[in-house]
């Protein structure tokens, strides 16, 4: 079983989480969307939220950002509990949400500017995370003149730019096609080698799961709980080309379709 | 392929003046003149300023009622858009003076306003107003919702939101919204000069028809769809170099 | 909105409205603006009266001819047009002139030419209402699924039978949409021919009351008018809620 681990990465001590979520349930109406739900993000690493639609998975992903409340329970960031959107987390959103009337460079910087930092020293971030995410000469490019996979570059370039600590990703590549979006998750292994930060990452494609994440918590829906979280272990070294033939992958990939299989509709 | 579209319209132009022209030499009724007998007049009417004074006269209650309209009108809009309670209670009356026959109000703004240029500015703002209204509420209350969540998680204030999002992300259907105010406008315009009292070129019209000037009739009519449909196309190109982006959709396909 | 934790329905401000027109009224703050519950007793005494019955004969069949014809020519004109791509070049720049054109400046010319009867009311109504018309049809038409066509062929189904079990219904959505614009703008088109064509109908009966002053009255036409504006225009958009349940998934 992958969870039983000798890695030293994986003895993470229970206090080094850098997000928690405790007990935390959502009530829409009759719809009961969270229930008591509790989990852990180790600090510093990749967490997947998988499961198949109905399982609260975004929901839960927009109560830790902060942008939808908690009917009861807490979510803790280092700790202190959340109540709102903070310097702390930042998002990556599903469609993108890019400004279709600034250039890219602007709304890569609009993390800062609505910060208030000043209008040169902004933009010197912002150009170093386009460069960072491969658009570099694209700064004074419009969202229309870009392709999906380069929108969503600048809607990751904005998030990194703010510098928070939790990088929150609502199925960020699920509105690209199916070349971008291999490319991207290649990249993601990259980035949160680079990065020394706690990513959340919301899909419902359960290869993508076991590709990038150093830990993946699976949702039920009906009620929304946690049913198991998998920690794959053996190759997440291995180097972006040869983890999709890996046997350890291939196995985890089977038996999380197993269990989910019967909650497709 | 210019080409053809462009020799298509002119074709089509050709065939209506054509059919005019003869229309008028058949004629069809001694109160149709030929297409060339109206251009004549409008030829004479245009060199020897006639019409300059007459657009001077008519344009003025145009203008003044298009601005309070869009500055009024965008400013109600947008807090009916922000506010359901304002929204409860003022989006009934616009929907209401979208759909009615504002014309019938025009004995009565004639009795309060008398027949001055402030009746006139009144029927263009009636006319103008609620579809501005409807418009810039609707424009700000279907910001996507996506991008005011972005700049919520990004930490923006309200005002940030209102001014960096809901407003650029509203101005394209708001703009619209202008175009058709103005558009309502015009009618609102030409309406106040035939009923109220003839001014500008709604006296060319009524009096021309008096003395069965029939040519100078037509050609100050010609006149002005003619100048209402080049400034609203204006307007339409504008729009679209303002807003090319914003054409396509909001950047979520 | 929501007050005191029920949701209030969408057009209920007009009771507060109504309720401040009937303050309004009371404190006799303008001589314009007569008590609301005077209006609704004077509308309640004017209906049933043989002017105001006549005036709202001569006006429905004005409104309702200029309708008719504007239906009748404009949709199959439209779907002409956006069927054939030569007739759309031709004809789409002259609709788009007349949508957007101050179609009151052509009253004089119709009346010129066609005097000053009711026929020129209709003709004006049926001008305002059926450029939109015409120019919804095109876009239903330019919008059905080619998949749609291409079922329809490859089934083997005739023109006709294409068109009334096919494209008719999948258009049909963009059409009401029109005839609902367009039956607003006819209601425009009634009053505005028949306060500068030929006083009658409802037009006559505002001249009559605002020169005579009788403002109760006045306002009472007024509401009826746009109360069966309002009504038409509701009716419409039920029956285009009730094709478009299909409408979003056209696509």
């Keep these: 079983m992958s969870q039983i681990k000798p890695d030293a990465r994986q003895a993470i001590p229970a206090t080094d989480s850098a997000v928690s979520v405790r007990n935390v349930s959502k009530v829409y109406g009759d719809v009961q969307a969270l229930k008591d739900l509790t989990l852990d993000f180790p600090r510093g690493e990749l967490t997947s939220l998988l499961g198949p639609s109905g399982c609260g998975k975004t929901t839960l992903l927009k109560i830790i950002a902060g942008l939808l409340p908690a009917t009861s329970g807490e979510v803790l960031i280092n700790g202190r509990a959340v109540t709102g959107p903070g310097p702390d987390r930042s998002f990556v959103f599903q469609d993108f949400a890019l400004m279709p009337w600034a250039t890219v460079l602007r709304n890569v910087a609009f993390g800062l500017e609505l910060r208030g930092v000043a209008k040169s020293e902004r933009e010197a971030v912002a150009e170093k995370y386009i460069a960072a995410v491969g658009l570099a000469g694209f700064e004074q490019k419009y969202p229309h003149q870009l392709s999906g996979g380069m929108r969503q570059r600048v809607g990751l370039a904005r998030a990194l730019s703010v510098k928070a600590e939790v990088l929150l990703l609502d199925e960020p590549f699920s509105a690209v096609d199916e070349q971008t979006r291999r490319k991207f998750q290649e990249d993601m292994l990259e980035l949160v080698q680079n990065e020394k930060k706690t990513f959340i990452f919301v899909t419902h494609s359960i290869e993508e799961a076991v590709y990038v994440s150093d830990q993946i918590a699976i949702l039920l829906p009906r009620p929304s709980r946690v049913s198991e979280i998998i920690r794959p272990a053996s190759f997440r070294d291995k180097g972006v080309a040869n983890i999709r033939r890996d046997p350890e992958y291939l196995d985890i990939v089977d038996r999380i379709w197993a269990s989910l299989r019967n909650y497709v509709e | ?253 | 909105m929501i007050l005191f934790g029920y949701k209030l329905p969408a057009l209920s401000s007009l009771i507060l409205w109504a309720l401040l027109w009937e303050v309004v009224g009371r404190l006799e703050l303008t001589f314009f603006v007569p008590p609301f519950s005077e209006v609704v007793t004077t509308l309640i005494a004017l209906i049933p009266t043989p002017a105001f019955l006549s005036a709202l004969g001569i006006t429905a069949a004005a409104f309702g001819a200029g309708v008719f014809f504007a239906i009748v020519i404009g949709i199959p004109v439209g779907i002409l047009m956006g069927k054939s791509r030569v007739l759309d070049e031709l004809l789409l720049p002259w609709v788009n002139i007349f949508l957007s054109a101050p179609l009151t400046a052509l009253v004089p010319v119709l009346m010129v030419l066609f005097g000053f009867g009711t026929r020129t009311v209709i003709i004006t109504t049926t001008l305002f209402a059926i450029w939109i018309i015409i120019l919804n049809a095109r876009a239903g038409v330019k919008q059905i699924n080619r998949s749609l066509v291409e079922m329809a062929r490859s089934f083997g189904a005739s023109p006709l039978d294409a068109f009334f079990k096919v494209y008719f219904w999948a258009a049909l959505p963009e059409i009401l949409g029109g005839v609902r614009i367009g039956v607003i703008r006819a209601v425009k088109g009634v009053i505005i021919g028949q306060l500068l064509i030929s006083i009658v109908g409802f037009g006559a009966l505002f001249e009559l009351y605002s020169s005579k002053f009788l403002m109760a009255e006045f306002w009472a036409v007024l509401i009826v008018l746009f109360g069966l504006a309002f009504a038409l225009s509701e009716f419409l958009a039920y029956l285009e809620r009730k094709v478009s349940y299909y409408a979003s998934s056209r696509g």
């Design chain 2, 1 to 253: 392929m210019i080409n053809r579209s462009l020799m298509l319209k002119l074709l089509s132009g050709l065939i209506v003046f054509g059919a005019w022209e003869i229309a008028g030499r058949v004629p069809i009724s001694y109160a149709f003149p030929t297409f060339l007998e109206s251009m004549a007049a409008l030829a004479r009417m245009t060199f020897d300023g006639t019409i300059f004074v007459a657009y001077g006269e008519t344009l003025r209650p145009l203008v003044v009622g298009v601005a309070i309209s869009a500055v009024f009108g965008i400013g109600i809009g947008l807090w009916i858009g922000l506010s359901k309670q304002f929204e409860w209670l003022f989006s009934p009356i616009f929907i209401v003076m979208q759909a009615a026959p504002l014309a019938a109000l025009i004995p009565i703004l004639v009795m309060i306003y008398g027949i001055g240029l402030t009746s006139k500015v009144f029927v263009v703002c009636i006319m103008a107003m609620p579809v501005i209204v409807l418009n810039t509420a609707s424009a700000v209350r279907n910001t996507p919702v996506s991008l005011k969540e972005m700049a919520t998680s990004f930490l923006a204030a309200d005002r940030d939101v209102l001014l960096k999002i809901i407003l650029p992300a509203a101005s394209p259907v708001i703009f619209s919204g202008l175009r058709l105010g103005v558009s309502a406008g015009f009618i609102g315009a030409i309406l106040s000069e035939l009923k109220i009292t003839p001014t500008g070129v709604g006296d060319i019209i009524t009096y021309s028809r008096s003395i069965a000037d029939y040519p100078s009739m037509y050609a100050a009519i010609f006149s002005i769809i003619l100048l209402a449909v080049l400034f609203l196309n204006l307007l339409e190109k504008l729009e679209n170099i303002l807003f090319e982006g914003n054409n396509r959709g909001y950047v979520s396909d």
